[in-house]
């Protein structure tokens, strides 16, 4: 039988089948296992039990299709089923708790703390932490010093 697509109800048919294979692709997260940024993402996308599909991948040989959708060439990228494409790991945590947050993490308190978190992580802990690694670019503290500012942080 073949499917006449100017008559509307076929055309509507295409529609429909095309709406639910979105719906149930997976996304494609490419991520790097060691990478905090990916963690975060990954982080997210597991507390909103959302599958994806996963592309481990090294950052010395990025694979051309990821950075065909994002040329920047950091990880985590996730790309939704419908093509579009999120290159940031805090909207990548965002966008997947806005879909389902079966542990209520977005309520206010929760949001608020880790917001916080990822502020004091994203700023003064990744400061003092890149001059420990890099301890003789800045000679002017010693590393032991460094590392007490990074101990700081420390909570667990
Ligand atoms: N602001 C970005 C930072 C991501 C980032 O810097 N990821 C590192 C790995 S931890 C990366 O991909 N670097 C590129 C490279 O090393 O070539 C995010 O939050 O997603």
């Avoid at 991948?57 to 999120?86: E, F, H, R, W």
């Avoid at 703390?113 to 990744?126: A, H, M, P, R, S």
Wanted: aromatic content about 8%.
């Amino acid at each position: 039988m073949t499917l006449d697509v100017s008559d509307s109800k076929a055309a509507d048919l295409v529609l429909t089948v095309k709406k639910y294979m979105t719906a149930y692709s997976l996304s494609c997260l490419y991520s790097f296992r060691r990478c905090p940024y990916a963690m975060r993402a990954r982080l997210g996308l597991l507390f909103a039990e959302l599958p994806v599909e996963l592309r481990e991948i090294t950052l010395k040989n990025k694979p051309a299709k990821m950075l065909a959708i994002s040329p920047k060439g950091t990880v985590p990228v996730l790309q939704l089923a419908d093509g579009v494409v999120i290159e940031e790991s805090r909207e990548i945590m965002e966008w997947a708790l806005e879909q389902q947050d079966p542990q209520e993490l977005l309520n206010p308190k929760t949001l608020h703390q880790g917001n916080t978190l990822i502020e004091q992580n994203d700023q003064e802990f990744k400061h003092w932490l890149d001059r420990y690694k890099y301890a003789d670019r800045h000679l002017e503290m010693t590393k032991q010093n460094i590392g007490k500012k990074v101990k700081h942080f420390y909570r667990f």
